[in-house]
C-alpha cells in the first residue's frame, strides 16, 4: 500500500508563496499520475493540478492558472506544487493523491480516479 506524506503548508500573507511537496513510498512512483486536491472548510474537496506520470502532461484548474506549477522527480519519489502569489482563498487543506489507473495518458481530475491520499497539510493565506 502506497504512502503519501505532505510537507511544507503554513501561514502566509497574500501575495507570499510556498511550495508543497509529496513523497511517496513504494517503488511504482514513477508509473502513476499524481494530483493535488484541496479542500476547505464547508467546501467539497477539489482538483487544484494534477501531472501525468511521466510529467508530459500537466493540469490546473483555472483558479490557479499562471499562480500555481506541478512537477515531479520521479528519482526522489517526489511530487511539488509551487503556489506564487497567493490569494486568502488559497486557504485550505492540501492533498496529495495518486492515480488509480497506471500511466494514464491523460492527468486524472477527478476525486474518484485517485486511490492513494496523503493526510493533507494546511496552507493559510491571510489577506
Known amino acids: 500500500q502506497v504512502q503519501l506524506v505532505e510537507s511544507g503548508g503554513g501561514f502566509v500573507q497574500a501575495g507570499g508563496f510556498l511550495r508543497l511537496s509529496c513523497v511517496a513510498s513504494?517503488?511504482?512512483?514513477?508509473?502513476?499520475?499524481m494530483g493535488w486536491f484541496r479542500q476547505a472548510p464547508g467546501t467539497e474537496r477539489e482538483v487544484v493540478a494534477a501531472?501525468?506520470?511521466?510529467?508530459?502532461?500537466?493540469y490546473y484548474a483555472d483558479s490557479v492558472k499562471g499562480r500555481f506549477t506541478v512537477s515531479r522527480d520521479n528519482a526522489k519519489n517526489t511530487v511539488y506544487l509551487q503556489m506564487n502569489s497567493l490569494k486568502p482563498e488559497d486557504t485550505a487543506v492540501y492533498y496529495c493523491?495518486?492515480?488509480?489507473?497506471?500511466?494514464?495518458?491523460?492527468?486524472?481530475?477527478?476525486?474518484?480516479?485517485?486511490?492513494?491520499w496523503g493526510q493533507g497539510t494546511q496552507v493559510t493565506v491571510s489577506s
Open positions: 501531472i501525468s506520470w511521466n510529467g508530459g502532461r500537466t
Open positions: 513504494g517503488r511504482t512512483f514513477s508509473t502513476y499520475g
Open positions: 493523491a495518486r492515480d488509480g489507473l497506471s500511466r494514464r495518458v491523460v492527468p486524472g481530475t477527478k476525486y474518484d480516479e485517485y486511490d492513494a
